[in-house]
C-alpha cells in the first residue's frame, strides 16, 4: 500500500475580483489591497510551523500571482509551484459575475463543463496526480496555497459528495483544511 501523505490546503487570500463575485478561473489576478492586509493577519497553526521549522514540511503553490503572494505572506519564499494546483478553467465564463451563473452552476455534478473549460472530474483528475506523486516526495505533510474550486473538488472526493446537492460544509476563507490521502482514496 503506497504511503500516506497529510496535506493542508490553504486558498489564496482576497482579489478585487473575489469582492465582486466574478468567476477567477485560470485569470492570473492579483491580491487587493484588503487580500494582503487580511493575509498579513493569518497565522499557520503550530504544527505546521513545527514541521516547517524541522524541514519536514513540503510546500507547493498554484503559479498564479495570488497563490505566489498568498505562499509568501506565509513565510514561503519559494514555494514548488504546480501547475495541477490551478484553478478550475472556467472557460468563456472566466470573468462573469457568479450571481449571473447560478442557474448554470445550480446543480453542476462532477461531468459539467463551461464551454471552453473544465469539469470538476477534470480538475480532481490533475490534483489526483498530484497527489500520487508526493507519497513519493519523502515527505509526510505538505502545505498547498491553491483555490476554492480545488479545496472544493477535494473535499466532494473525500466525504462523498455529488456536487449537485448544496455544499454539506462550508468551504470559508481564511481557514486551513486538512485531507489525507492513503491508497487510492482521500
Known sequence: MSRSVYVALVRHAPTAWNADGRAQGRADIPLSPEGRARLARWRLPADLVAL???????????????????????GVARPTLEARLMERDYGTWTGQRLADLDDALAH???????????????????VRAWLDELAGSGLETWLAV????????????????????????????ERLHRIRRRGDGL
Open 52 to 74: 516547517h521549522a524541522a524541514g519536514r514540511l513540503g510546500w507547493a503553490a498554484s503559479p498564479l500571482q495570488r497563490t505566489v503572494a498568498t505562499a509568501d505572506g506565509l
Open 146 to 173: 491553491t483555490h476554492r474550486g480545488v479545496i472544493r473538488v477535494l473535499i466532494a472526493a473525500a466525504i462523498g459528495w455529488d456536487l449537485r446537492a448544496p455544499e454539506p460544509l462550508r468551504l470559508l476563507p
Open 108 to 126: 453542476e455534478g462532477w461531468d459539467h463543463r463551461p464551454p471552453g473549460g473544465e469539469s470538476p472530474a477534470d480538475v480532481l483528475a490533475r
